[in-house]
């Protein structure tokens, strides 16, 4: 057994969590129900306290099985009032999750105030605890429990996939073929939503509900501005999910602050880095691409305004650089620029001064975009 | 009921009226559950319901930057603060729903994720301070009701008449973006700035909320009262009204009911109050209540049943060549099952009669019926 400093075990929790989160969360990302993350998040508190009242005890796995029960609950819960259409499916995530969690915290500041489980830690995790709870068998130390369990959550949420990719792939991107199919998109929808459940709850105790939340939506939506195909888009996100989350711890340990807070901010400074940098969905590609095809747009408008007076009597006139102000609408600055573009692009060449005239290439693209 | 509870509740109320501090709480509870309730109509029926959750979470970064920035401990710094921050949330949320192709569930989920997680950071950033033990920003994770002074419900109360205020001025055009705001453009309604007016009015009715509730349980209020009212009433301005007086009532009882036992904490206690209130709505109110639409439903079957048994009786009596001529029960029953609570009904009508133990026949008002009602004209019975 190598032998790690708690901060490296940390680490490990952190990255392992992680990956374990992401993976169910590109699901959640493609099928639109991201949210039912936070719904499920908040609402296991209350099958933790239920567990706990029954067991009498915070480290039964009871009350993981308790807490993931809850999860499915809240799952079923928000359909059946979707079902009765008597308010929106957002609305009806809106009523579940915070009566649920509200009884959850009644129950724990009436009847469990005194004992190790409280409101703040369940909500927000401490991460940096989880080394002092170790996972002892006959007397040998197999290291802090928390990482155990994530590691069993990870290998799971791992199997359920590949085992059901298929199912997943088609109910998550056509629900209606994969009913017609014989694929009961209603039974994969409820075995997904256990993972989730799962996965929720085993993260939820190592960093804290909100927090899940953060690991679960926020690497899948950067990886989904980065790739088309869902394998890479699940390596990705798996990727980006651990990287964020040590960036998170270092940060955490330069600044002396939440662990948990540092990596939820790692992840949203990773979205922010794809929504800005990613190669073609980025806000900076955008920017690129539109500007250019403004340019190449205000290109072929010149040589259609010049192939339209070509040889014409008013060709003197209205082929100037000077005139494309009155035709096009152009501000000087922006015209001189459109005329050095086309002339680099081998569009336009300048016979005299301001007098503009085409060159073949420039008569054939004109030609070509108005079809002659 | 437990008798000696509401006996007990009886003989506390009195005194919990003269009590100081439940009645600021309840006053607080009341005005901002008032406020949030009804414009929260407005986004629940935007679909909007979760940007609540999104706004109230994202805030928390703006109390801690506040009272970093200012060192000021005032509710009303510190609600500016929660406010541009959650403000600023919103604006992030649509723009990366306008602009790339992230859904509005998953840009929800990472404003509100991360944004929550560096309020986090910097709430533990200020513990370190010497001057943290006084900061008291917890109280605005779970909301401290206790905590509320009488100035801050003079706050809660004013910025939130503000809010009302200026969702009565823009009523109209309120309205025509909530329910078609692709023909309130084309009328030449300013619909961006309309929309973020709406908003930054949601943002205020969420902030004010902070202090008592707390920013993880604020989106119920938020969005509880509305979908409630919505049962009852057709009419937007019913629904804001009745949205309104909904959340002032789950406020006022969530403050007493959390008063009278130990250790219950009061938003908790609001936002299951809201519960009971949107179960009721959901069960009882006129028209789209689940229990009158069962009934409804029932009421509908069993019509339906009795025409096709008086069409069966009016088939019979016309092959058999007469009104008069009776028909065993047990034979109406096989042709339609569950027969004989029919017969029953129809002959409290005057339209079928029971001519002997076990024989029925059709009346002439029953056979005028029949015949208004088109049953049994067509029906071809086997012997």
Request: with cysteine; net charge neutral; charged share 15%.
């Amino acid at each position: 057994m190598i032998a790690l400093s708690p901060e490296q075990e940390i680490q490990w929790i952190a990255a392992v969590t992680a990956a374990a989160c992401a993976i169910p969360g590109v699901f959640l990302v493609l099928r639109r129900m991201a949210l039912m993350s936070d719904a499920i998040s908040h609402a296991i508190l209350l099958g933790i306290v239920l567990g706990f009242f029954v067991t009498g005890n915070v480290a039964s796995p009871l009350l993981i099985a308790a807490a993931a029960a809850t999860g499915v609950l809240t799952v079923s819960l928000v359909e059946l009032l979707n079902r009765t259409r008597l308010v929106k499916e957002d609305a009806a995530i809106g009523l579940v999750f915070p009566a649920l969690f509200s009884l959850g915290v009644i129950l724990i500041s009436r009847y469990a105030g005194n004992v190790h489980l409280d409101v703040d830690a369940v909500l927000l995790g401490e991460l940096a605890f989880a080394p002092f709870n170790r996972w002892v068998v006959g007397g040998v130390d197999l290291g802090p429990r928390t990482l155990w369990v994530m590691v069993a959550v990870l290998a799971m949420g791992l199997a359920f996939v590949l085992a059901f990719y298929k199912e997943l792939k088609l109910t998550t991107f056509d629900a209606a073929l994969a009913g017609a199919l014989g694929f009961a998109p209603g039974l994969v929808h409820y075995a997904f939503m256990t993972l989730v459940s799962v996965t929720a709850v085993g993260a939820f105790d190592a960093v804290g509900s909100v927090l899940v939340v953060a690991l679960m939506i926020a690497p899948p939506a950067a990886a989904y501005l980065l790739t088309d195909r869902l394998p890479r888009m699940i390596v990705l996100s798996v990727v980006i999910g651990v990287a964020s989350a040590l960036a998170g711890y270092w940060m955490s340990y330069l600044l002396d602050v939440s662990i948990a807070g540092s990596m939820a901010t790692m992840t949203g400074v990773s979205f922010a880095l794809a929504f800005l940098f990613a190669p073609e969905r980025g806000a900076l590609a955008l920017a690129r691409r539109r500007a250019r095809q403004r340019w190449e747009f205000a290109q072929t408008m010149l040589a259609i305004h010049l192939l339209n007076h070509e040889g014409s009597a008013d060709a003197a006139e209205e082929n100037r650089e000077g005139h494309l102000h009155a035709h096009l609408r152009w501000q000087p600055d922006f015209a001189r620029q459109v005329v050095r573009r086309a002339q680099g692009a081998g569009l336009v060449h300048r016979v005299d001064g301001d007098h503009l005239a085409l060159t073949d290439r420039g008569r054939t693209v004109a030609s070509e975009v108005i079809g002659v | 009921m437990d008798l000696d509870l509401l006996r007990g509740a009886a003989v506390a109320l009195p005194d919990l009226l003269g009590d100081y501090t439940l009645r600021t709480v309840a006053l607080g509870a009341a005005a901002l559950g008032a406020v949030s309730g009804s414009l929260g109509s407005f986004a629940v029926l935007r679909k909007q319901s979760l940007l609540g959750d999104a706004i109230s979470h994202a805030a928390l970064p703006g109390i801690a930057l506040a009272f970093l920035l200012t060192g000021s401990k005032s509710s009303l710094v510190l609600i500016l603060g929660a406010a541009i921050a959650g403000w600023i949330g919103t604006l992030i949320v649509m723009r990366i729903v306008g602009t790339t192709r992230v859904k509005e569930d998953s840009a929800l989920g990472i404003v509100l994720s991360v944004f929550f997680g560096l309020g986090l950071v910097l709430l533990t950033a200020i513990q370190k301070r010497p001057d943290a033990s006084q900061a008291g920003l917890d109280r605005f994770l779970f909301g401290q009701a206790a905590t509320l002074l009488y100035r801050d419900v003079l706050m809660i109360a004013g910025l939130g008449a503000v809010a009302l205020g200026i969702a009565a001025l823009f009523w109209k055009e309120f309205k025509l973006l909530t329910f078609d705001p692709d023909f309130g453009a084309s009328l030449g309604f300013p619909i961006r700035a309309l929309d973020v007016l709406l908003t930054t009015v949601l943002v205020i009715s969420i902030v004010i909320g902070l202090q008592t509730v707390g920013v993880v349980l604020m989106s119920a209020m938020v969005v509880a009262p509305a979908a409630a009212a919505r049962q009852w009433t057709d009419r937007m301005g019913g629904m804001v009204v009745l949205a309104g007086g909904f959340g002032a009532l789950a406020g006022v009882s969530g403050a007493v009911v959390s008063s009278l036992g130990e250790r219950v904490p009061t938003g908790p206690t609001i936002v299951l109050s809201l519960t009971v209130l949107v179960l009721v709505s959901l069960a009882f109110a006129p028209n789209r209540g689940l229990v009158w639409e069962s009934v409804r439903q029932r009421a509908n079957r069993r019509r339906l049943h009795m025409d096709a048994v008086l069409g069966g009786l009016y088939a019979l009596a016309r092959q058999h060549g007469g009104a008069e001529h009776a028909h065993a029960t047990a034979a109406l029953e096989a042709l339609h099952p569950g027969a004989r609570h029919e017969l029953d009904a129809l002959a409290a009508r005057g339209w079928a009669r029971q001519t002997d133990r076990d024989a029925w026949c059709i009346t002439p008002a029953g056979a005028a019926e029949a015949e208004r009602r088109h049953v049994g004209a067509g029906e071809e019975v086997e012997p």
